[in-house]
């Protein structure tokens, strides 16, 4: 079945620090990936996604590159803030499966001043 | 524009109990899915409802079921309560027919089970 391995956490970061978070996957077809942020206390925010293989989703200074030959979908930042600590999931959505998600479990990320 | 609701916040059972979870989903969504949330991990789906009919459903037993009103809300039933059914339970919305149906989730409903 479709699965998500992430990197363990927590990650800890000064700010301004460059930020990597390794994701890869496995599933069949061609499966849709997703970066979700999850602040303390509050739901799963939506940060990026990519549809298709070399396609590069970014949102407020984060990017990640759909990577079909590595099944990854790293998430990078060039300089974190402290705001930027929280919980980062990466999901995968496989083909035909609507919308079901599937997760990663989660890495946690703290900036430090 | 209300986002995805989710009542109770939090909610403490004991073993053997049945507890309704309830979800409202982002004006003009038409799909909901729960999701389970245990603690330190991914989220994990359960199930989806659509037209009032569950669509899709994860590995989950059947002491978890849903129901899916008219106006599009949902809950979700678990019977028979165990210690490892304590988790934050996720719901989230979308958009049947878009080319991208994205999920919006709520902010979940912390279940401990004692």
């Known amino acids: 079945g479709d699965s998500v391995t992430q990197m363990e956490g927590p990650v800890t970061l000064s700010e301004e620090a460059f930020l990597t978070i390794n994701c890869t996957y496995t599933?069949?077809?061609?499966?849709?990936l997703f970066w979700y942020v999850q602040y303390p206390g509050e739901g799963l925010q939506l940060l990026l996604k990519?549809?298709?293989?070399?396609d590069k989703g970014s949102n407020k200074g984060f990017e990640a590159t759909y990577r079909k030959e590595t099944t990854s979908f790293h998430l990078e930042k060039g300089s974190v803030q402290v705001s930027d600590s929280a919980v980062y999931f990466c999901?995968?959505?496989?083909?035909?499966?609507?919308?079901?998600?599937?997760f990663g479990t989660g890495t946690r990320l703290q900036v430090t001043l | 524009d209300a986002g995805v609701t989710q009542s109770p916040t939090h909610l403490i059972k004991t073993r053997g109990q049945q507890v309704t979870l309830r979800c409202s989903p982002k004006?003009?969504?038409?799909?909901v899915s729960w999701y389970q949330q245990a603690l330190g991990q991914g989220p994990q789906f359960i199930f989806q409802?659509?037209?009032?009919?569950?669509?899709q459903r994860g590995n989950f037993p059947d002491r978890f079921s849903g129901h899916q009103f008219p106006n599009y809300s949902s809950e979700l039933n678990v019977n028979a309560l165990l210690l490892g059914d304590s988790a934050l339970y996720l719901c989230?919305?979308?958009?049947?027919?878009?080319?991208?149906?994205?999920?919006?989730f709520g902010p979940g409903t912390r279940l401990t089970v004692l």
């Open positions: 989230a919305s979308s958009l049947v027919g878009l080319a991208y149906n994205e999920q919006f």
């Open positions: 599933a069949t077809g061609y499966p849709s």
């Open positions: 990519a549809t298709k293989a070399d």
């Open positions: 999901a995968l959505r496989g083909a035909g499966t609507a919308s079901k998600l599937t």
């Open positions: 004006s003009g969504h038409d799909t």
């Open positions: 409802y659509y037209e009032e009919e569950e669509r």
